[in-house]
């Protein structure tokens, strides 16, 4: 079974506090997925290696703060809500 870890992106946030971007991890995929109002379910983002990927997550460690799935369903919620206006 895949370890998934989601992170929402602080750095950029709406004026309810609402992150504009999570990211979604798996542990053994070259890959990022990012979520946002426009790919509530994801987009993938591409590194040549998992040493990469982490360097880029590492990067971001001073803006991003884990997440579980259940945050992360109220934040794709809110999204929808949002579009929908």
């Given at each position: 079974m895949e370890n998934t870890?989601?992170?929402?992106?602080?750095?950029?946030c709406d004026q309810n506090n609402y992150p504009k971007k999570v990211y979604k991890v798996?542990?053994?995929?070259?890959?990022?997925?990012i979520l946002d109002t426009d790919h509530i379910?994801?987009?993938p983002f591409y590194f040549s290696s998992p040493h990469l990927r982490?360097?880029?997550?590492?990067?971001?460690?001073?803006?991003?703060?884990?997440?579980?799935?259940?945050?992360?369903?109220d934040i794709q919620l809110y999204w929808k809500k949002s579009r929908s206006y």
């Open positions: 870890l989601y992170f929402k992106d602080m750095s950029h798996e542990y053994s995929k070259m890959l990022i997925e379910q994801g987009r982490d360097e880029f997550i590492q990067h971001m460690k001073d803006h991003i703060l884990r997440i579980n799935y259940e945050e992360l369903e």
